[in-house]
């Protein structure tokens, strides 16, 4: 079974970027999708972005559309998620799930919730 460790949050001013990374427990995550997540405080996880095992198509959801980038490379064991342009909205506990195909969502999630890396947006 695949499982995530994700690092790369911190605090950031709003308008400022950081870089996560979700690095797999198992060499090639080449058959897999791989999604991101966020959980704002006293919130639901909200899918934010998607990439499929395939040919590398990518998802996003509005509220990240044109400021996120995810991105993976081939035979590799990790997911970076690219943000820039942060908002004080941004702020969450960012989390990364594996299934086959995208979107991801709890009934296809082939992982459990791992412990996330905090984003903090603030001036």
């Known amino acids: 079974q695949v499982s995530f460790v994700e690092s790369g949050g911190g605090l950031v001013q709003p308008g400022g970027s950081l870089k996560l990374s979700c690095t797999a427990s198992i060499v090639n995550l080449d058959y897999y999708a791989v999604a991101w997540f966020r959980q704002a405080p006293g919130k639901e996880h909200e899918a934010i972005s998607c990439i499929s095992s395939s040919d590398g198509t990518t998802l996003y959801a509005d509220s990240v559309k044109g400021r996120f980038t995810i991105s993976r490379v081939k035979y590799g064991n990790t997911v970076w998620l690219q943000m820039n342009s942060l908002k004080l909205e941004d702020t969450a506990v960012y989390y990364c799930?594996?299934?086959?195909?995208?979107?991801?969502?709890?009934?296809?999630?082939?992982?459990?919730w791992g412990q996330g890396t905090q984003v903090t947006v603030s001036s």
């Open positions: 799930r594996a299934a086959y195909n995208c979107p991801i969502n709890q009934a296809t999630a082939l992982d459990n």
